[in-house]
């Protein structure tokens, strides 16, 4: 079965400075794909990010980035440049295409000022 | 709107009472996730479904917990005889069927609450 594990239930950053949240997952799969979502109070997860496995190349998103290493099964989340607004929980998920989505236990981020 | 749809966004209830939340998910997604989150905890897989049968229901707890989805578009989960530890907040997601981006789509969650 596949697991996914977040180690940091809670982080927190200075504004304008640059985090980096840890997930490293479990499986046996060679096609997958990884997701970051970001939940704020409103409860709604919102997507951050994503990675199909079959491309090495680093998915980036404006201020969010990964750091996908495969073969170590780990898939980290980084976010520069802090806003007040990237306060909230923090999730890290896996899929199979046509499957569930697992997540993992989450992080939460507080961004000071 | 849009958006995937969760009604009621608050419920409570006595224990043993029957218990259903409704989901709406974006129009012409045919695959459709329930998902269960306790405070502080990352969401757990209840059912999916691909149209109107279920593709995947081994994440309900027990027999007290159904979902249906008669036409292929609304949901509904169905909690009988509550628990109190059944207190949680359900959140329900959709996307497109031939989606290759495997991205799901999130309501804001209706949050239970079992006194």
């Known amino acids: 079965a596949q697991t996914v594990t977040q180690s940091q239930p809670e982080m927190s950053v200075q504004e304008a400075e640059t985090v980096t949240l840890s997930c490293t997952y479990d499986?046996?799969?060679?096609?997958?794909?990884l997701f970051w979502y970001k939940q704020p109070p409103s409860r709604q997860m919102i997507l951050v990010i994503r990675?199909?496995?079959?491309?090495?190349q680093n998915a980036t998103e404006n201020r969010f980035s990964v750091n996908f290493q495969k073969a170590a099964k780990s898939f980290s989340l980084k976010i520069s440049d802090s806003q007040l607004g990237d306060t909230a929980m923090y999730f890290c998920?896996?899929?199979?295409?046509?499957?569930?989505?697992?997540f993992g236990q989450g992080t939460e981020l507080s961004v000071k000022p | 709107g849009a958006g995937v749809s969760q009604t009621p966004s608050n419920k409570v209830t006595e224990k043993g009472k029957y218990v259903e939340l409704r989901c709406d998910p974006i129009?012409?997604?045919?695959?459709l996730y329930w998902y269960r989150q306790s405070l502080g905890q990352g969401p757990e897989f209840l059912i999916y479904?691909?149209?109107?049968?279920?593709?995947?229901d081994s994440g309900l707890p027990n027999d007290r917990f159904f979902a249906v989805r008669p036409e292929g578009s609304v949901s509904t989960l169905k909690i009988q005889r509550t628990e109190r530890g059944d207190s949680a907040v359900y959140l329900c997601?959709?996307?497109?069927?031939?989606?290759?981006?495997?991205?799901?789509?999130f309501g804001e969650g209706s949050r239970l609450t079992v006194l």
């Open positions: 990675q199909e496995a079959y491309k090495q």
């Open positions: 499986t046996s799969e060679s096609n997958y794909y």
């Open positions: 997601a959709s996307r497109p069927g031939g989606s290759i981006t495997g991205e799901l789509f």
């Open positions: 998920a896996f899929m199979q295409p046509g499957g569930k989505l697992i």
């Open positions: 479904f691909q149209g109107t049968g279920a593709a995947d």
């Open positions: 129009s012409g997604h045919t695959a």
